[in-house]
C-alpha cells in the first residue's frame, strides 16, 4: 500500500501564496506520477496538476496555468505545489493523488491512491 500525506494548507488572502507539499510513504516507487486534485465545498473533485515520475512531463488544469506550478524532488521524497496569486474560488480541500500511469491521473478514475487533504481557505 502506498500512503500520502499532505500538508500546507491554510487561511489566505486573495493575491497570496502557499505551497502545499506531499510525502509518500509505504510502496511508493519514484516513477509514480503524483497530481493534485480539489473539493470546493458543494462541487465535484477536479483535477488541478500532475508531474511524472521523471519530472519532464507536467499538466495543469485551464483555471490554475500560469498561476499553479507542481514539482518534485526525489531526493526529499516530496511533491509540492507552489499556489501563487490565489482566489477565493481556489478554496477547496486539496488532495493528493497517485498512480503508475501519468496518463490516466487526470481524472478520478485514474487515481490509485489518495491522500486525507489539506484545507485551502481564500478569503476576498
Known amino acids: 500500500q502506498v500512503q500520502l500525506v499532505e500538508s500546507g494548507g491554510g487561511l489566505v488572502q486573495a493575491g497570496g501564496t502557499l505551497r502545499l507539499s506531499c510525502v509518500p510513504s509505504?510502496?511508493?516507487?519514484?516513477?509514480?506520477?503524483v497530481g493534485w486534485f480539489r473539493q470546493a465545498p458543494g462541487k465535484e473533485r477536479e483535477f488541478v496538476a500532475r508531474i511524472s515520475g521523471s519530472r519532464v512531463r507536467t499538466d495543469y488544469v485551464d483555471s490554475v496555468k500560469g498561476r499553479f506550478t507542481i514539482s518534485r524532488d526525489n531526493a526529499k521524497n516530496t511533491v509540492y505545489l507552489q499556489m501563487n496569486s490565489l482566489k477565493p474560488e481556489d478554496t477547496a480541500v486539496y488532495y493528493c493523488?497517485?498512480?503508475?500511469?501519468?496518463?490516466?491521473?487526470?481524472?478520478?478514475?485514474?487515481?490509485?491512491?489518495w491522500g486525507k487533504g489539506t484545507l485551502v481557505t481564500v478569503s476576498s
Open positions: 493523488a497517485s498512480t503508475n500511469d501519468y496518463e490516466r491521473l487526470n481524472t478520478i478514475e485514474g487515481v490509485r491512491y
Open positions: 509505504g510502496r511508493f516507487f519514484s516513477f509514480y506520477a
